[in-house]
C-alpha cells in the first residue's frame, strides 16, 4: 500500500478530477497488469454507465457494478457474489456515502491473493476520499457562485432603476413640454429620441450579457470585408461623435477575415461610443488594424485620458466603470 498512499498525495493535488481517474487508473494498471475502470455516481446517487476513466462494459457487468455500489460489498470475480463476473468490483466509499465503484479486469489465470486485495481496497477507500472532496470543493464553488449571482442581481436591479430613471425623467419632461409648447417639438422630440435611445442601448446591453453568460452566444464565422464593418459601425454610432473625426487606418491585407460581422461591429460600436464620451470634441478617433501571426489586432484610438493601469484589468467585468467616467452607463458596453 505504500507507493499507493504516496500516488495518492499527488493525485489530491490534480486541479481536475478527471485527471484523477486518469492518472489512478494508468497507476493501477501498471501495478496489477490488468484493466482497470472507475465509475461515479451521478447526483442522484446512481452509478453512471460511462466510465470517469477506463474502458466501458456492457450492462451484465455494469449490473454487477450497481450490485457492489446498493450494496457496499465487493462483488464479481474472486467474490461469492456474481463470480462468473467478468471484473472484480470494489465500492469507492466515503464518508458522505457510496461515491462510485472501482473495477479490475484480471487476466484469465490471475488472482489476487490477500496482500493483492487488501492494498485494492485501500486504494478504494483512499479514492473514494479523494472523490468527496472534489465534490464538496465543487459544492463549495457552487454556493458561492449562486451568493455572487444574488449580489449580482441586486447589483443589476440596482443599476438599472438608477440607469432608467434620467431618461424616462427626460421623456417625461420633454413630453408635457411638448404638449404645452408645441413650438418647440424639434428640440423636444430630439431630447425624447435621445432618451429613447439610451434605454434601448441599457435594454441591449442587459439581454447581449444574459445571452453571453448562458451561452446563447455563438459566432457565426463567415468572410467579411473589414472595411463594411467599420462604416457600419462608425454610421451607427453617428451623431453621438459630436465633431469628432474617425480616421479608418486599415491594413489591406488584412480586410478579408473570417469573423462574425455582427459581433465584431457590436464591439466596434461599444469602442466608438467609449471614445466619444471620454476624448475632446474635435479630436481624432483612429480605428487601425494590421495582420498579426495568430489573426488580427484590431484597435480603436481615441485622444482621451486614457485608463489607469491599476483599473484596466477590472474593466471586463460586469458592472466596471472607469474611477473617472462621466455619469451615466452600467459598466456592461
Same mark, same amino acid.
Given at each position: 500500500?505504500?507507493?499507493?498512499?504516496?500516488?495518492?498525495?499527488?493525485?489530491?493535488? %490534480?486541479?481536475? &478530477?478527471?485527471? #484523477?481517474?486518469?492518472? $489512478? =487508473?494508468?497507476?493501477?494498471?501498471?501495478?496489477?497488469? /490488468?484493466? +482497470? !475502470?472507475?465509475?461515479?455516481?451521478?447526483?442522484?446517487?446512481?452509478?453512471?454507465?460511462?466510465?470517469?476513466?477506463?474502458?466501458?462494459?456492457?450492462?451484465?457487468?455494469?449490473?454487477?457494478?450497481?450490485?457492489?455500489?446498493?450494496?457496499?460489498?465487493?462483488?464479481?470475480?474472486?467474490?461469492?457474489?456474481?463470480?462468473?463476473?467478468?471484473?472484480?468490483?470494489?465500492?469507492?466509499?466515503?464518508?458522505?456515502?457510496?461515491?462510485?465503484?472501482?473495477?479490475?479486469?484480471?487476466?484469465?489465470?490471475?488472482?489476487?491473493?490477500?496482500?493483492?486485495?487488501?492494498?485494492?481496497?485501500?486504494?478504494?477507500?483512499?479514492?473514494?476520499?479523494?472523490?468527496?472532496?472534489?465534490?464538496?470543493?465543487?459544492?463549495?464553488?457552487?454556493?458561492?457562485?449562486?451568493?455572487? %449571482?444574488?449580489? &449580482?442581481?441586486? #447589483?443589476?436591479?440596482? $443599476? =438599472?432603476?438608477?440607469?432608467?430613471?434620467?431618461?424616462? /425623467?427626460? +421623456? !417625461?419632461?420633454?413630453?408635457?413640454?411638448?404638449?404645452?409648447?408645441?413650438?418647440?417639438?424639434?428640440?423636444?422630440?430630439?431630447?425624447?429620441?435621445?432618451?429613447?435611445?439610451?434605454?434601448?442601448?441599457?435594454?441591449?446591453?442587459?439581454?447581449?450579457?444574459?445571452?453571453?453568460?448562458?451561452?446563447?452566444?455563438?459566432?457565426?464565422?463567415?468572410?467579411?470585408?473589414?472595411?463594411?464593418?467599420?462604416?457600419?459601425?462608425?454610421?451607427?454610432?453617428?451623431?453621438?461623435?459630436?465633431?469628432?473625426?474617425?480616421?479608418?487606418?486599415?491594413?489591406?491585407?488584412?480586410?478579408?477575415?473570417?469573423?462574425?460581422?455582427?459581433?465584431?461591429?457590436?464591439?466596434?460600436?461599444?469602442?466608438?461610443?467609449?471614445?466619444?464620451?471620454?476624448?475632446?470634441?474635435?479630436?481624432?478617433?483612429?480605428?487601425?488594424?494590421?495582420?498579426?501571426?495568430?489573426?488580427?489586432?484590431?484597435?480603436?484610438?481615441?485622444?482621451?485620458?486614457?485608463?489607469?493601469?491599476?483599473?484596466?484589468?477590472?474593466?471586463?467585468?460586469?458592472?466596471?466603470?472607469?474611477?473617472?467616467?462621466?455619469?451615466?452607463?452600467?459598466?456592461?458596453?
Amino acid at each position: 500500500p505504500r507507493p499507493l498512499v504516496r500516488d495518492r498525495r499527488a493525485l489530491t493535488e %490534480s486541479p481536475r &478530477l478527471d485527471d #484523477t481517474m486518469k492518472a $489512478s =487508473v494508468e497507476r493501477l494498471r501498471e501495478i496489477f497488469g /490488468a484493466e +482497470i !475502470a472507475i465509475f461515479l455516481t451521478d447526483e442522484n446517487g446512481r452509478l453512471r454507465t460511462e466510465p470517469a476513466a477506463g474502458p466501458p462494459v456492457n450492462d451484465r457487468e455494469l449490473g454487477v457494478a450497481s450490485w457492489a455500489l446498493t450494496h457496499r460489498e465487493a462483488a464479481g470475480r474472486f467474490t461469492n457474489t456474481l463470480p462468473q463476473s467478468g471484473g472484480f468490483y470494489l465500492p469507492l466509499r466515503a464518508p458522505g456515502g457510496v461515491v462510485g465503484v472501482l473495477a479490475l479486469f484480471a487476466p484469465a489465470h490471475a488472482n489476487p491473493g490477500f496482500e493483492e486485495r487488501q492494498m485494492l481496497e485501500t486504494f478504494a477507500a483512499q479514492l473514494g476520499l479523494v472523490v468527496e472532496q472534489y465534490r464538496l470543493q465543487a459544492e463549495a464553488e457552487r454556493s458561492q457562485f449562486e451568493e455572487k %449571482s444574488r449580489q &449580482l442581481q441586486k #447589483t443589476l436591479l440596482d $443599476s =438599472v432603476s438608477h440607469e432608467f430613471k434620467t431618461p424616462l /425623467a427626460v +421623456i !417625461a419632461t420633454a413630453t408635457d413640454r411638448l404638449r404645452a409648447r408645441p413650438a418647440e417639438s424639434r428640440s423636444l422630440l430630439d431630447e425624447i429620441a435621445a432618451a429613447v435611445a439610451r434605454l434601448e442601448r441599457v435594454v441591449g446591453n442587459l439581454l447581449d450579457i444574459t445571452r453571453i453568460e448562458t451561452g446563447a452566444v455563438r459566432p457565426r464565422l463567415e468572410w467579411c470585408d473589414l472595411h463594411e464593418i467599420v462604416d457600419v459601425a462608425v454610421a451607427r454610432v453617428g451623431a453621438e461623435l459630436d465633431g469628432r473625426i474617425v480616421e479608418p487606418d486599415l491594413d489591406d491585407t488584412s480586410c478579408t477575415l473570417k469573423v462574425d460581422a455582427g459581433l465584431l461591429e457590436e464591439i466596434l460600436v461599444n469602442l466608438l461610443r467609449n471614445s466619444a464620451q471620454h476624448s475632446p470634441t474635435a479630436s481624432t478617433i483612429r480605428i487601425s488594424s494590421r495582420a498579426t501571426a495568430d489573426g488580427l489586432a484590431l484597435s480603436v484610438l481615441d485622444e482621451g485620458p486614457g485608463i489607469d493601469p491599476a483599473t484596466a484589468a477590472q474593466l471586463f467585468e460586469k458592472f466596471q466603470r472607469g474611477a473617472d467616467a462621466r455619469p451615466g452607463g452600467l459598466g456592461l458596453g
